[in-house]
């Protein structure tokens, strides 16, 4: 019923909760002596769902694409940096910067959705 979009826009719903969720973890922790700020890594997401792209084998010798499900997201965490006495490495500018960006994402997406279920309601109500 539903295309590869709306699949790969709930995938990328998925991917901005997670930052928003690492987002707000580091702006919570920003005084909790040695916290590492965390990041959601797009590249591990890409990497993800490009092992999930199904090849057309023309040849019994070819090696099979990869069929893993799920949708899994990389956590990383900058180690090598310190912007606080207590070893804190937590830039409150940069995540709220992140943040804002990511609501910005995270809406497009919604309104995106919302019209993909809108076009289907017209076509349920047969145009009108």
Not at 31 to 45: E, G, H, I, L, R
Request: hydrophobic share 30%.
């Amino acid at each position: 019923m539903f295309d590869k979009t709306i699949h790969s826009l709930e995938n990328a719903l998925h991917y901005s909760t997670k930052a928003n969720k690492a987002i707000s973890n580091n702006i919570a922790n920003i005084d909790t002596p040695n916290y590492k700020a965390q990041n959601v890594s797009f590249k591990s997401v890409l990497e993800d769902e490009s092992n999930k792209l199904m090849l057309k084998k023309t040849h019994t010798n070819h090696l099979p694409s990869s069929d893993n499900e799920g949708f899994s997201h990389a956590i990383g965490m900058n180690r090598h940096t310190t912007y606080s006495h207590n070893g804190n490495n937590v830039d409150m500018d940069k995540e709220m910067a992140d943040l804002a960006e990511n609501q910005i994402f995270y809406r497009s997406l919604v309104d995106r959705i919302n019209g993909k279920f809108q076009t289907l309601q017209t076509v349920v109500r047969g145009g009108k």
